[in-house]
């Protein structure tokens, strides 16, 4: 098949979808299919059957850019002749549709949540309502909502969101969930990694390290984890917790607020690494209180490496969790006392070894492969 990617930005180290996009791009190229994909920047070159086109749009305003590329991918993508349109981001022209942001209204209120200050938070409201790039973000989705002939969901959470706060119906969303490297992911890093990672860190074996992997530090819960970490030295003065923190975010602005709490010695900020598996096989556990995330790809790295895993209600990767077996999942990000709770309970090795492995076996059921083949099957229910 020759097939369209669509994406505004193709740059892996920005995060997660774009990883995804990269990786899935390689794969169903291995395929043998003939992938093109559209792009206003991109972290990777053409190769073999894969082919980068880059458009162009005005870098400011904001709203200006998100609606021109919206109209010059349709304008391209509908001069050629393709067999499947997919768009991954702010696009027009699609057959096929995969938000992988999410709903736009549910990441709004994601936000909404993920802000303490009541001030700030009604500013926040005000600036949202008048912000021509969100009025433009909405109305692109509105857009995708009539012209996708089939709407691809990470997650039930997502699903769900669709139906509510957009004109989408049932019938046209598919449910197909992330897949991970079960290699590249394996409890087998343990002993190739964790020795060499954690004297770099200068962890003694004593230390409990808790890994938290994110670029949006405020909507991901980095603000509940630190004051979680902050509640168990009060707790457990006797208990030595590490929290390792994995992406780029507002590093100065955490790091003050760490100070604040009493726990700035605690928390390490690694930054962002080609070598992601090594720092999960040198934790112990994966706490990701997020306050709005479709389905995240890191709790399920996590689960693959063979660490016991803490998440919410709200990341959309909380689905494949059974509460207690292969995971745990608190209702709400700003439950310090429930964060806590879960964390102590994992005190005891041969507890996180064996959710961690229950987490493995779960993980295994979403392999990469899995996703790409229900991807090229969606296709082919539009063919």
């Known amino acids: 098949m020759k097939i369209a990617f669509c994406i505004e930005n193709l740059v892996p180290a920005r995060g997660g979808a774009e990883q995804y996009v990269k990786d899935l791009s390689r794969r169903v190229c291995e395929q043998g299919h003939e992938i093109h994909i559209f792009t206003l920047k991109s972290g990777i070159d053409d190769r073999d059957n894969l082919r980068i086109h880059l458009l162009k749009a005005p870098r400011r305003p904001k709203f200006l850019r998100t609606l021109s590329f919206a109209i010059k991918c349709r304008r391209r993508v509908r001069k050629e002749k393709f067999d499947i349109i997919h768009s991954f981001g702010r696009t027009w022209g699609m057959d096929v549709f995969q938000p992988l942001g999410g709903s736009q209204m549910a990441s709004l209120r994601g936000n909404i949540r993920s802000i303490d200050n009541p001030l700030i938070k009604f500013l926040r409201i005000l600036s949202y309502i008048f912000s021509l790039r969100r009025i433009a973000y909405f109305l692109v989705e509105s ?39 079960l290699e590249k992911f394996h409890p087998r890093n343990r002993d190739k990694y964790r020795d060499r990672i954690r004297r770099e860190m200068k962890l003694n074996d004593e230390d409990i390290l808790i890994i938290f992997v994110a670029h949006n530090f405020r909507l991901k819960g980095l603000r509940p984890l630190i004051k979680t970490m902050a509640r168990l030295r009060s707790l457990h003065p006797d208990i030595s917790y590490k929290l390792g ?27 962002s690494t080609d070598h992601a598996p090594g720092y999960y096989a040198a934790a112990d556990i994966s706490v990701h209180p997020s306050f709005y995330d479709p389905s995240a790809l890191v709790v399920l790295e996590a689960m693959a490496t063979g660490l016991p895993v803490i998440t919410t209600t709200y990341c959309g990767t909380s689905e494949i969790i059974e509460n207690g077996r292969e995971g745990f999942v608190v209702s709400d990000p700003n439950d310090i ?21 229950r987490g493995r076996e779960r993980a295994e059921e979403f392999p990469y492969s899995r996703n790409m083949q229900e991807i090229l099957d969606a296709y082919g229910e539009l063919s």
């Open 143 to 181: 857009v995708q909502m009539k012209e996708a002939r089939m709407v691809i969901s990470i997650s039930a959470m997502v699903k769900r969101d669709l139906k509510k706060f957009t004109t989408l119906q049932d019938d046209r969303i598919k449910i197909v969930r992330n897949g991970v490297s």
């Open 337 to 357: 006392n429930g964060l806590s709770a879960r964390i102590l309970d994992l005190v005891d090795p041969d507890l996180r070894r064996a959710i961690g492995m």
């Open 245 to 271: 923190i994995l992406g780029e975010g507002k590093k100065k602005k955490f790091s003050r607020y760490a100070d604040r709490c009493g726990v700035g010695d605690n928390v390490i900020f690694i930054g």
